[in-house]
């Protein structure tokens, strides 16, 4: 007898393990393997026993259009101008500086919200900024002309 490859409660755990840690950590390729693995134990719910080429090839595809996916979604979330991207304010809009920036550090309120905030120069309390853009954990601000 051939062997049939997986059982599907052993890729949804699998599945959900990667995606745990993937969402954890914030590594888009272990979340997109974790979202390959879950759907592939949950497509093989359904059907008959497959095999392992079966099995893999399917949580490969799954994966693969998972990440391009994601990344996909990623590209367009920093593209729109009024995103939300990260709670980290909306790209574009006025903001004023909370406090004094010191070698291009400090922290700006948009919206009535306080973010930490970057600046090529270094603004006083209460200067009027827009912001420009993102990183991992602050706003790019630019003074207002």
């Not at 595809?61 to 990260?86: C, E, K, N, Q, V």
Request: aromatic fraction near 6%; glycine fraction near 18%; charge should be neutral.
């Amino acid at each position: 007898m051939p062997f049939a490859g997986f059982p599907p409660l052993a890729w949804i755990g699998l599945g959900a393990a990667l995606l745990a840690l993937g969402l954890w950590r914030n590594w888009s390729l272990c979340t997109a393997l974790g979202v390959g693995g879950g759907i592939s134990g949950l497509a093989q719910l359904g059907m008959a026993p497959v095999g392992p080429l079966e099995q893999g090839m399917m949580f490969a595809g799954l994966s693969l259009i998972a990440w391009f996916g994601g990344r996909r979604m990623d590209r367009l979330a920093d593209s729109l101008p009024t995103s939300r991207h990260g709670g980290l304010g909306p790209l574009g809009h006025a903001a004023v500086a909370a406090e004094d920036f010191h070698n291009g550090h400090g922290t700006a309120t948009v919206e009535g919200e306080t973010y930490p905030a970057v600046c090529r120069d270094n603004p006083a309390k209460g200067t009027r900024l827009r912001v420009v853009g993102r990183t991992d954990e602050a706003l790019k601000v630019d003074v207002l002309g």
